[in-house]
């Protein structure tokens, strides 16, 4: 499989190289020249398969010989090894639960995926492979516990100092080995743009193999479509296909839904849940595509003016707004009514929401009020605990903290306190 640039100046690369590069010399992301088709036995039959076989035949095609067969194999079953149940909230409504890897959310896929395939790789060169992110909070999590011991690869994470929870930063901060945390005493945006500088600068990029791993990466993203096709094995009613809500901000998971789609998998219509940044969702309505800078919301994984993957969702569709309509409608969904849902269906259904998820569930229930024949599932994409702050408050209950997160509150955090500039970051990784 052959990758291309959204931006069309740069060459086709193959899997390898798009996975060290990251993003394209001319800035774009990469896309698969082409996009495989499951075989119509596999889904008729797609509950016999055990996720890593299932796993293995929908990852197989975008690696192509890239990485041989037995390695494959190991690299997507360590990707799965955790349960991603669908579990029934409503008559009409699912919850698939994402929140049950290692720093319970679904980030946890594409950072397994990636971190192995680029721990691969590095064994094929000379030097180590940098990986450098930007968190908000879970991407930190995500990629920390993923790279953690992975040979022939550096990870420094940048996050900002106060802003992340406290479950997110033990799991960003005690990881230790190939991972370390620099506590930026500015804002998200303030790292975002200190690691973007770091890719613009010839020194470092002379000095260093840099690579990011968000979900622009297509290790990273092309995993996320494996949880849609374990979805389906769940889906009672094969005759008719679910709606699937997925709570948006990148818009690399809805992304990877729409490529699982098109490659076969049956889904009766998908629905982009945003907060307040609704840029993808007012395209939606208008036609017209209107980046907006970021505004913070209580569901802060989401807090994306530009999403990086909307270039992909409109390379699926051609760009044609017709055709991106007829599979997909936008929802925004405001913090008032974000709690209003974790309390309601807490009082109706004794299930316990996170915030991105309740965006997705209230998306979900108004699609379907107009649409009664239909039923949904929503992508659960985090442990409620995560964000105990505001859901304790509205479902007046605690939270358990799940067993496989509790030793984490007995770790040491251990972090490099930076002020915001590049020039200090350019100065610490020049001389570590
Ligand atoms: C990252 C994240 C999202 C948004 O996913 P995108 O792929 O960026 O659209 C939603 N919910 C949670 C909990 C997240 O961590």
Known sequence: MKYYSLNKQAPSVSFREATVRGQAPDKGLYFPENIPTVDAAVIRNIEKYPAEELGYIIMQPYVGDEIDEDSLRRIVSETVDFSFPLVPVSPSIASLELFHGPTLAFKDVGARFMSRCLGHFSKQQNGRITVLVATSGDTGGAVANGFLGVEGVEVVILYPSGKVSDVQELQLTTCGQNITALEVQGSFDDCQAMVKDAFMDVDLTHKLQLTSANSINVARWLPQQLYYFFAYQQWKDKNAPPVISVPSGNFGNICAGLL?????????????????????????????????????????????????????????????????????????????TTRETIANVYKRFNYTLDPHGAVAFYALERYLSDHPQQKGIFLETAHPVKFPETVEAVTGSRIAVPLSAQPLFSKEKKSILMDPSFGSLKEWLMNR
């Open 260 to 336: 699982a789609h098109v490659s076969g998998l049956p889904v009766q219509h998908f629905i982009a849940a945003c907060n307040a940044n609704d840029a993808v969702a007012a395209y939606l309505d208008s036609g017209t595509y209107q980046p907006k800078t970021a505004v913070p919301t209580i569901s802060n994984a989401m807090d994306v003016g530009n999403p990086s993957n909307f270039v992909r969702v409109l390379e699926l569709f051609k760009g044609s707004h017709k055709n991106i309509t007829e599979k997909i409608s936008g929802y925004t969904v405001s913090d008032d």
